[in-house]
């Protein structure tokens, strides 16, 4: 028998931000997880390879926050480019929200040592997961599903969140056009 993936997942939370980035990430994302599987009868023979989920939550002033409150995502799409500056994705393939890349050329705050992916709904570069807009966070996460989830499993996850995934081509890429994101595409 195959062990379930036993996953932490650190989410920052900063204010203002959307909470759809976190609520329908963290929603599609616990679907699969062993506490939720186990509601449905017919479906007990999965709880083996479901995952079992750990959530942390890091506040804005990254004091740890009691984590009782269940799962949310990663980061927010928007934020990306606030992290590049701390140099901490120089040289990853980063997608991001559209509208905070070209906010953050605009302002000549964009980190290009970062490869900028401006035309993916998400990327994934080694153990960097980047999604570039509300939606996409989804998409992320069901890429997410198909890397390290049982199939089966993960069928019945989409199924009963009755979502759609889309990966390319992003309708949303022409909000970058004509913006230099310096290695980025």
């Given at each position: 028998?195959?062990?379930?993936?036993?996953?932490?997942?650190?989410?920052?939370?900063?204010?203002d931000d959307q909470n759809l980035d976190v609520v329908g990430t963290m929603d599609y994302l616990n679907n699969h997880s062993q506490a939720y599987l186990a509601k449905?009868?017919?479906?007990?023979?999965?709880?083996?390879?479901?995952?079992?989920?750990?959530?942390?939550?890091?506040?804005?002033?990254l004091d740890p926050i009691?984590?009782?409150l269940g799962p949310v995502r990663s980061m927010p799409c928007g934020l990306y480019p606030l992290l590049a500056q701390t140099g901490v994705l120089d040289g990853y393939h980063v997608a991001s929200n559209r509208m905070a890349l070209k906010f953050a050329v605009d302002a000549g705050k964009l980190n290009k040592a970062v490869h900028w992916v401006g035309d993916a709904r998400w990327d994934q570069d080694g153990?960097?997961?980047s999604a570039a807009g509300v939606t996409a966070e989804i998409d992320?996460?069901?890429?997410f599903e198909r890397t390290f989830f049982d199939l089966e499993a993960a069928e019945f996850a989409k199924v009963i969140s009755e979502v759609v995934h889309s990966d390319r081509p992003d309708p949303y890429a022409w909000v970058l056009e004509g913006v230099d994101l310096g290695a980025g595409k």
């Open positions: 028998m195959t062990t379930p993936p036993n996953l932490r997942i650190a989410v920052l939370l900063l204010p449905f009868p017919a479906v007990q023979h999965l709880l083996a390879k479901a995952p079992i989920l750990t959530w942390y939550f890091v506040s804005d002033n009691n984590g009782q153990r960097v997961w992320l996460a069901a890429e």
